[in-house]
């Protein structure tokens, strides 16, 4: 039976704004992640991902919702608990030029998480910066370079290097590749991927890309309005969408072959707003298959066999969704 590393449990995260409103970004999610897996999250803008992630590690605080790691809940660390909690959970960013303080160089970027961790002496942080340079394939020579003088594949090469320099074992990848070209985004996923199996590294790859997700993911999740709609292995979930809303998002996937066309699904309907989602499936209002009772309750999760979990009533009453 396969470990599980990480299981997220009713994480709730909104934000307030004024009149006592709040933006309800992450509103009851729960996941788990295996070790050793890549689970990818994706969904449209504004759907809670970077969000959910950010609360995983503790760069946002939740809300609510409980985040246990192998078997300890994480959620209230603080102090020099968290601090050691944050060797083993660590986060690569979208904007790889964002990320990295313009002032310091790519050494200087490298040895600071070592340094607030008093990793070592001045002299074994130099050789773990060398090593970490030479695992995601940038030379010595880049020790003394600035972000402004690298290019955008280099800089999160150096973002990526940062995330493994105390050698944690999960890591939050919030969109690494979407900044970059397509030519040096499969370099970027090549190398993570090696990385993963020569570490033994665990991953929640976050991305609106869906042709990424299929390529480096082992199952995924799908968010709607803070909201997890499906989850299922990668295979299958491509394969077999069984929520509306993941058939829409699948059926914009460009086919890479001349004369082919996937038939699209146009949503229509007004997209529910964050600050008040109302009741019932949060997808109801652009769903051709909405019946009334999808605006007056939320569906519950069902396994619909195989880990294929879904969040829609016309599966929980044993119905096909056509």
């Given amino acids: 039976m396969t470990e599980q590393l990480l299981e997220v449990v009713d994480l709730v995260k909104h934000f307030p704004l004024p009149r006592n409103q709040r933006v309800h970004a992450v509103d009851g999610i729960t996941f788990n992640i295996a070790a050793g ?27 609510r919702g409980r985040l246990i790691y192998r078997g300890q809940d994480i959620t209230h660390l603080a102090g020099a608990e968290l601090l050691s909690m944050r060797r083993r959970m660590q986060i690569i960013f979208q904007d790889p030029y964002s990320s990295l303080d313009p002032r310091k160089s790519a050494g200087q970027l490298i040895a600071e998480p070592l340094l607030i961790h008093r990793w070592g002496t001045r002299g074994r942080i130099r050789e773990r910066v060398r090593e970490l340079l030479e695992q995601v394939g940038l030379t010595p020579d880049m020790v003394s370079k600035y972000p402004h003088e690298l290019d955008g594949g280099r800089c999160q090469r ?11 074992e999960f890591i939050v990848c919030d969109e690494p590749v979407s900044a970059l070209d397509v030519s040096i985004q499969a370099q970027i996923l090549n190398l993570m991927k090696d990385l993963q199996e020569r570490l033994s590294l665990t991953y929640l790859f976050i991305s609106h890309n869906l042709a990424v997700v299929k390529h480096i993911s082992d199952r995924v999740v799908v968010m709607y309005l803070g909201v997890v709609v499906e989850t299922a292995p990668t295979e299958a979930l491509f394969e077999d969408p069984l929520h509306p809303y993941t058939q829409a998002l699948l059926s914009a996937i460009p086919i890479p072959a001349v004369g082919e066309r996937r038939s699209r699904i146009i ?3 007004d997209v529910p707003t964050p600050v008040n989602p109302g009741p019932g499936c949060r997808f109801h209002k652009r769903c051709w298959l909405a019946s009334p009772v999808c605006g007056e309750a939320a569906p519950k999760m069902v396994d619909a066999g195989g880990g294929h979990l879904v969040a ?8 096909v969704i056509q």
């Fill in 37 to 63: 897996e890549t689970l990818g999250m994706v969904g449209e803008s504004g759907c809670g991902k970077t969000t959910a992630g950010r609360a995983i590690v503790r760069l946002i605080e939740p809300d």
């Fill in 158 to 168: 150096i973002g990526i290097a940062r995330a493994l320099a105390l050698g944690p």
């Fill in 267 to 269: 949503l229509s309907g």
């Fill in 312 to 319: 829609c009533f016309r599966v929980s009453e044993g119905a």
